[in-house]
């Protein structure tokens, strides 16, 4: 039976790849257009390269590459907030003429721009500055769940004259404390509220 398996496991991979062969065209060769430029379709296909896609190698050492956010329909203000925190926060454009041709006309100069995002770039310390804090605000609120999680086992330890509230389960808090009346202490002559009056 692992036989009859393995073969037919090797005939589906054959024909996979056979249908990939099939798929993939050769590159293409280019056609003279105006001004001498030799003009080429790179991008075919809906789904055939990622436009946003970074690859590691040309991002410079020591620097990190982001595509931030510069335009959302009808939200100019939203946008701005943004940038302005991604630019307090160390990131800035990438220009095109370091990539040319990558993701913008080979003679574009300026900051590199596609689909309502910038890319931008940031040195690596930063970057890791970051990521440890997300991480430790991340521990944080685990560590403070776990705690709440603790006081919602306190209730069955609380010692006479303390009682929690059971209105929300598992939320804990809500403590509440009565006072046994001394033996020396007048008593009052009005009479108090209950606490949930």
Same mark, same amino acid.
């Given at each position: 039976?692992?036989?009859?398996?393995?073969?037919?496991?090797?005939?589906?991979?054959?024909?996979?790849?056979?249908?990939? =062969?099939?798929?993939?065209?050769?590159?293409?060769?280019?056609?003279?257009?105006?001004?001498?430029?030799?003009?080429?379709?790179? +991008?075919?296909? !809906?789904? &055939?390269?990622?436009?946003?896609?970074?690859? $590691?190698?040309?991002?410079?050492?020591?620097? =990190?590459? $982001?595509?931030?956010?510069?335009?959302?329909?009808? !939200?100019? /203000?939203?946008?701005?907030?943004?940038?302005?925190?991604?630019? #307090?926060?160390?990131?800035?454009?990438?220009? &095109? =003429?370091?990539?040319? %041709?990558?993701?913008?006309?080979?003679?574009?100069?300026?900051?590199?721009?596609? %689909?309502?995002?910038?890319?931008?770039?940031?040195?690596?310390?930063?970057? #890791?500055?970051?990521?440890?804090?997300?991480?430790?605000?991340?521990?944080?609120?685990?560590?403070?769940?776990?705690?709440?999680? #603790?006081?919602?086992?306190?209730?069955?330890?609380?010692?006479?004259?303390?009682?929690?509230? +059971?209105?929300?389960?598992?939320?804990?808090? /809500?403590?509440?404390? !009565?006072?046994?009346?001394?033996? /020396?202490?007048?008593?009052?002559?009005?009479?108090?509220? #209950?606490?949930?009056?």
């Amino acid at each position: 039976m692992t036989d009859r398996i393995d073969g037919r496991t090797r005939a589906g991979r054959a024909q996979r790849d056979a249908f990939r =062969e099939e798929i993939r065209e050769p590159i293409r060769e280019g056609v003279p257009g105006r001004n001498g430029e030799v003009l080429r379709r790179t +991008r075919v296909g !809906s789904g &055939a390269i990622d436009p946003f896609d970074i690859p $590691q190698d040309i991002v410079p050492e020591g620097w =990190e590459y $982001q595509w931030n956010v510069v335009t959302v329909v009808n !939200s100019p /203000d939203l946008v701005r907030d943004q940038s302005l925190q991604m630019w #307090e926060n160390g990131w800035r454009p990438v220009p &095109a =003429e370091r990539h040319p %041709g990558r993701w913008a006309d080979k003679n574009y100069k300026g900051a590199i721009e596609r %689909g309502g995002l910038r890319l931008e770039e940031r040195p690596t310390e930063l970057c #890791e500055q970051a990521r440890n804090e997300e991480i430790r605000n991340a521990r944080r609120l685990i560590s403070d769940r776990n705690e709440q999680l #603790e006081l919602t086992s306190l209730k069955n330890k609380m010692p006479d004259g303390f009682d929690t509230s +059971r209105r929300y389960r598992g939320a804990g808090g /809500d403590v509440r404390m !009565s006072i046994d009346k001394g033996l /020396d202490i007048p008593r009052a002559q009005h009479q108090l509220a #209950e606490p949930e009056e």
